[in-house]
């Protein structure tokens, strides 16, 4: 059964329907288990393999293209966070104190589609840098080969379903009971995603939103749960003790020159005392 949403209905219609049993355990359950899975897997990853905590950086074998797309692609990574953050928690009634609709939205789709381009960019450079060097190719792993699918159709997902609704506000919605859908991720997903947080989720506001929004949502979640078990682990490491460990001092010798030594020698051993040896 279709409705309108009450609380929309000052804004625009948005399509409400009741939820069946796949849509409880995408949207009323598969977060919950998301979230057990990734503060569980990342406690478990850290007590058992501290040593495995690491990007296993491929550096060595291959620096110049890693030197561009690197910062590329987690810059725009970090905008992209930063923008789902601003979108998902801060309500809709919040930021229409301080713009307009119309303004934000034009903020967000020009930031969103920025960060999104470096993004993408950084990414599938970083990837045709694994493919084609076959060093870096060697170091590779299946598990970070299944991660970067994962994070590809995320990525490629959410930037599809943005453009879909920049084009048509409707979202490819059909209309409801003869009102036009506009479609307005904030007045839904974002609902749907504080809801989760009082263990309360409004499932129905999930049934009926665009299915780029659906696929980019559920495997955002498939990427949280393997989040653990892969490199993307070093991201929730932050090392804040470099702001306040001490400066490290080199000192010269003095420009005295000192001869060969055996590697097994004691710093600071007279040339007499080697020849001794």
Do not use: C
Not at 77 to 90: D, E, K, Q, T, W
Not at 221 to 245: D, E, S
Request: glycine share 8%.
């Amino acid at each position: 059964m279709y409705v309108l949403a009450s609380e929309n209905a000052g804004h625009a219609a948005q399509a409400v329907a009741d939820p069946g049993i796949v849509d409880i355990l995408l949207w009323g359950v598969l977060p919950y288990v998301a979230l057990v899975i990734l503060i569980g897997g990342t406690i478990w990853r850290y007590r058992t393999d501290q040593f495995g905590w690491t990007t296993r950086s491929s550096q060595v074998y291959e620096s110049k293209l890693l030197r561009i797309a690197s910062p590329l692609f987690h810059y725009g990574l970090a905008a992209v966070f930063l923008g789902h953050v601003g979108g998902l928690v801060v309500p809709k009634a919040f930021t229409d104190l301080v713009v307009s609709d119309d303004t934000y939205h034009i903020v967000a789709l020009v930031g969103g589609s920025v960060a999104a381009v470096a993004t993408i960019v950084g990414m599938f450079v970083l990837i045709g840098r694994r493919v084609s060097n076959s060093r870096v190719r060697s170091a590779t792993t299946r598990n970070d080969v299944f991660m970067y699918v994962v994070l590809v159709l995320v990525i490629l997902a959410g930037t599809a379903a943005t453009l879909i609704s920049a084009v048509n506000p409707s979202g490819g919605l059909p209309p409801v009971n003869g009102h036009e859908v506009h479609f307005n991720y904030r007045e839904t997903i974002s609902v749907w995603f504080r809801s989760l947080f009082y263990f309360h989720p409004e499932v129905a506001l999930m049934v009926n939103i665009p299915v780029a929004f659906k696929i980019h949502i559920v495997v955002a979640m498939v990427l949280f749960i393997i989040w653990p078990f892969t490199r993307l682990v070093h991201a929730l490491t932050v090392p804040l003790h470099y702001l306040f460990r001490p400066y490290t001092v080199y000192r010269t010798r003095g420009g005295q020159r000192v001869g060969a030594r055996r590697g097994w020698d004691p710093v600071g051993t007279l040339p007499r005392e080697r020849a001794d040896r």
